[in-house]
């Protein structure tokens, strides 16, 4: 009955606010029928509003929802307040609540999204970094090569419990400087090389495109104009004025959109040895139901982004690049695979495709471990 209590007296506040003005301008107030992105975008709007003479901004943190926990009434220790300014020479305000002074401090988490006094969201950042660096220990787990779980469920895994985090208050931090971002992107890229078994060497732009998932970058920007559709649809919003007026109606417009982005860049990979087999971004070669397990599928991927151990590991070792055993060319995935003329023999007996774009689409993996058994070379992929 208490939480009961608590909600309906919650919502009836709100509801008087809202009804009288009150959040108008200068106050922010968030509640179950208010997105947490409409919340953050109205407040930072608040606090970037140019005002005369480079005013500073103060913004105070209550939490009403703890104060009905503790006899209806503020705690002065839960109350913070934060001041947002750009200026060398200032100083801190005081303010003060039943007699006590409000601290003053150089963040505060709003909604889940870290807030400092430069609005600079690097705060956020390396908390949100922390977060997911404890999320991928569970892919770590489950992700062995040999023994863990297959593909599919590691990348739903993936995007659970690490990429929700990253996607999770993006319309606001997005507008965060580049460098500042660019620390999140470690943590998409080892998140993706757990779920494929992607080798260390692989390049970036391959392990997007084999795991069918565009870059942070690319991800933020889709998200930034799916709420931009959406808020248009909703001219009450309290941000609707805030975001300029689009034509787009449709969020499969904003998809093709970045889709097309990132298949121009993926096009001008030509020399990527991803691109030869998948040019077309968006086509899954991945064959689920044909058994094998983890470490077979960690060996196709491999093999289709054309970095493996026994081929790339001289990167590693800072050595040359290593020659074929039988032929004395350079050792890569295509020289083994349809090259090799020491290898044809061996090669006749499983399939007789010469063409690194067919060959992954005709040939039955299966046959493609027998083949690299043969060879004695499939522990070295």
């Known amino acids: 009955m208490c939480k009961t209590l608590e909600r309906m007296v919650n919502d ?3 509801h008087v606010l809202k009804s009288r003005n009150c959040c108008q301008m200068y106050s922010a107030v968030s509640g179950r029928t208010i997105a947490h992105w ?3 975008s109205d407040w930072k ?17 209550f939490d009403l929802e703890k104060a009905y926990d503790t006899t209806w009434r503020f705690s002065v220790s839960k109350t913070t307040c934060v001041h947002f300014h750009r200026q060398r020479i200032y100083t801190e ?25 430069k609005l600079n969201f690097s705060s956020h950042v390396k908390y949100l970094k922390k977060k997911c660096l404890k999320a991928l220990n569970l892919l770590r787990v489950v992700g062995h090569t040999d023994w863990g779980a297959d593909r599919a469920t590691l990348l739903k895994l993936y995007r659970t419990l690490v990429r929700s985090k990253l996607d999770y208050g993006s319309v606001i931090y997005g507008s965060a400087k580049k460098h500042v971002l660019k620390a999140l992107d470690p943590i998409h890229h080892h998140g993706l090389r757990i779920a494929l078994g992607a080798f260390r060497t692989t390049p970036l732009k391959s392990l997007y495109a084999e795991a069918g998932e565009p870059s942070l970058e690319h991800r ?6 799916n709420y931009v559709l959406k808020l248009k649809s909703l001219p009450r919003n309290p941000c609707y004025e805030a ?13 093709n959109y970045i889709n097309s982005v990132w298949q121009k860049n993926w096009d001008a990979e030509g020399a990527n040895k991803l691109h030869e087999v998948l040019p077309n971004l968006g086509e899954d070669l991945h064959r689920r139901g044909e058994g094998g397990g983890r470490k077979q599928e960690t060996a196709m991927c491999r093999l289709r982004v054309g970095h493996t151990w026994l081929t790339q590991s001289f990167l590693l070792k800072n050595e040359k690049q290593p020659f074929c055993y039988a032929c004395d060319s350079l050792n890569t995935v295509r020289h083994i695979l349809i090259e090799c003329p020491d290898f044809q023999d061996t090669r006749r007996k499983y399939f007789s ?10 040939v039955n993996p ?10 004695g070379v499939y522990g070295k992929i």
């Open 45 to 61: 709007r608040l606090l970037k509003r140019p005002s005369p003479g480079k005013k500073q901004v103060l913004a105070v943190f």
């Open 353 to 362: 495709v010469t063409d690194m774009y067919r060959f992954f689409r005709e």
């Open 220 to 225: 933020r920007m889709k998200l930034a104009f």
């Open 12 to 14: 009836r506040l709100v």
């Open 93 to 117: 305000p005081a303010l003060h609540l039943d007699g006590q002074p409000i601290p003053v401090k150089g963040e505060a988490m709003f909604l889940g999204v870290v807030f400092d006094s």
């Open 38 to 40: 409409t919340t953050w």
């Open 366 to 375: 299966s046959r493609i471990v027998g083949y690299l058994k043969d060879l």
């Open 243 to 255: 975001v300029f007026e689009t034509p787009l109606s449709d969020s499969s417009t904003v998809t």
